[in-house]
């Protein structure tokens, strides 16, 4: 069965740091690998995601993310984190071909600081 | 172009009685999913709809909880009785029908339920 494991519940950054939101999967085969975001009152908002190719897959916001077999990760980076940035994010996966079901991790609320 | 909305955005009821969520598509939109996310857990998948059939019901908890589609426009996911563990955030989301497997989801704001 497919899992995905965010280890950091929150996370306080100081505005205009880095940051980098760790995820590894569970799978046997490489699945797809989506990150999203949720702002206060939003939907989820698909930041990027990759299904296959080049390992560091560049999103919307200033967010791009690596993929890395070896260890299992989908980390998300940011190299400058911004006040508006302050959300919650989720890692998540799915099989590939005609599967439908996406599996989530349990998510990582970002708290930025000035 | 509209999102996926979803009414209501809060619902607070007491054990026993009945709540019906709704989703709306986007339009077009032949994939329609719930999800779920208890507090302090991970969105969870319920169910997935391909216009009106349900393709994958795997993750519905129980047999009180049930989705429609009729028409294979807007879904309704009503909860009867409602028990306090069902208290969460529930989400649905929408994609089109491309035959790839590469269709995003799209999700809409999510409907909070507090059961009492």
Known sequence: ?114 | EAGVTQFPSHSVIEKGQTVTLRCDPISGHDNLYWYRRVMGKEIKFLLHFVKESKQDESGMPNNRFLAERTGGTYSTLKVQPAELEDSGVYFCASSQDRGSSYNEQFFGPGTRLTVL
């Open chain 1, 1 to 114: 069965a497919q899992s995905v494991t965010q280890p950091d519940i929150h996370i306080t950054v100081s505005e205009g740091a880095s940051l980098e939101l760790r995820c590894n999967y569970s799978y046997g085969a490489t699945p797809y690998l989506f990150w999203y975001v949720q702002s206060p009152g939003q939907g989820l908002q698909l930041l990027l995601k990759y299904f296959s190719g080049d390992t560091l897959v560049q999103g919307i916001k200033g967010f791009e993310a690596e993929f890395k077999r070896s260890q299992s990760s989908f980390n998300l980076r940011k190299p400058s984190v911004h006040w508006s940035d302050a959300a919650e994010y989720f890692c998540a996966s799915r099989r590939p071909g005609g599967y439908q079901k996406v599996t989530f991790g349990i998510g990582t609320k970002l708290q930025v600081i000035p």
